[in-house]
């Protein structure tokens, strides 16, 4: 397993950074531009670790919503690099094994596909079902986006049902909260953990040092924001920090099921728009 991270970088120059452990992209820079994907500085980085920051790829469960460890264990096993991408690519597989059957029991294949070109990151997430017998999933790409503007809001979300994520059973919650009215926009930096099913429209998070940032998301039907607050508590945040963040994932938590030998794709992209060097 190699918790190296690697950059590669597009002919246009727009660059992205990954490592195997987790099959994580860690680093996004569009041309021109900063960073836009927020990495702790106290991530870590090895088997049974979750690294803070980047987009952790969230399989087979999404959160608490079933009976595996919470997020699934895509994101803190070790994944096999694929070779031989085009440049402004990376690619990585993680297939199933004795230690992924005792907690789930079926046989799969992950196939997670970045690339950068221009203003655009693209994630793919493929799912092979290489068993006899359907499976159910749930799964996201969790991108922590950098925030620089402390008055940054996002965009896109106002008149949808939200579930509290921090309520014991989100998903049978008849109890909504809401994201603003419809066309309204919220602060991105208040501490918040909601679902919201049905989600397809673009999110924008606008912010007035980076500039404006759209996720778009195929097959990934719902959203999640995520933001700790201070005093959360979380050893792998530093005090502070979760004001240079926000988590806007492109999720299904709605299960999916596979048939046995069928393909699952999803894919979230994120656009800068207009890019700034900083
Ligand atoms: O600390 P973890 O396991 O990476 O989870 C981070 C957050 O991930 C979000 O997706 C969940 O909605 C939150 O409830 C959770 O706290």
């Known amino acids: 397993m190699s918790c190296t991270p690697v950059t590669v970088t597009a002919p246009d120059g727009a660059a992205l950074t990954a490592c195997t452990h987790g099959g ?23 088997p049974g670790r979750a690294i803070r920051g980047g987009v952790p ?31 402004g690519t990376w690619a990585a597989t993680l297939r199933d094994d004795e230690q992924t059957r005792a907690l789930w029991p079926y046989a799969f294949e992950l196939r997670l596909t970045a690339t950068v070109a221009a203003q655009e990151l693209t994630i793919d997430l493929e799912v092979r079902n290489d068993g006899a017998q359907p499976f ?19 965009a896109g979300l106002g008149g949808l049902h939200a579930q509290d994520n921090a309520r014991p059973e ?14 309204e ?15 397809t429209d673009p999110v924008d998070l606008v912010d007035g040092t980076l500039g404006r940032l759209t996720l778009t998301a195929e097959a990934f039907t719902d959203r999640v924001v995520w933001n700790p607050g201070p ?5 792998d945040v530093p005090a502070g920090a979760e004001a240079g963040f926000v988590c806007v994932e492109a ?22 728009e207009p890019s700034v060097a900083l």
């Not at 041309?31 to 500085?41: I, T």
């Not at 096999?80 to 991408?85: K, L, M, N």
């Open 24 to 46: 994580h992209v860690l680093g996004w820079v569009p041309v021109g531009g900063a960073q836009r994907l927020w990495l702790s500085p106290t991530a870590e980085c090895g």
């Open 57 to 87: 790829v969230i399989f087979p469960q999404f959160a608490g919503r079933g009976p595996l460890p919470k997020h699934g264990f895509a994101r803190d096993r070790a994944w096999q690099r694929v070779d031989g991408c085009p440049a």
């Open 136 to 154: 159910e999933f749930t799964a996201a790409l969790h991108g922590y986006l950098v925030v620089r503007d402390p008055h940054a809001e996002l």
């Open 170 to 183: 989100p998903a049978d919650d008849g109890d909504p909260v809401w994201l603003g009215a419809p066309g």
């Open 185 to 199: 926009s919220v602060p991105a930096l208040q501490p918040r953990d909601v679902s919201l099913l049905g989600a």
């Open 231 to 235: 005093g959360h508590g979380l050893a």
């Open 251 to 272: 999720a299904r938590l709605t299960p999916v099921t596979l048939p046995a030998g069928a393909t699952w794709t999803g894919r979230q992209t994120l656009r800068a």
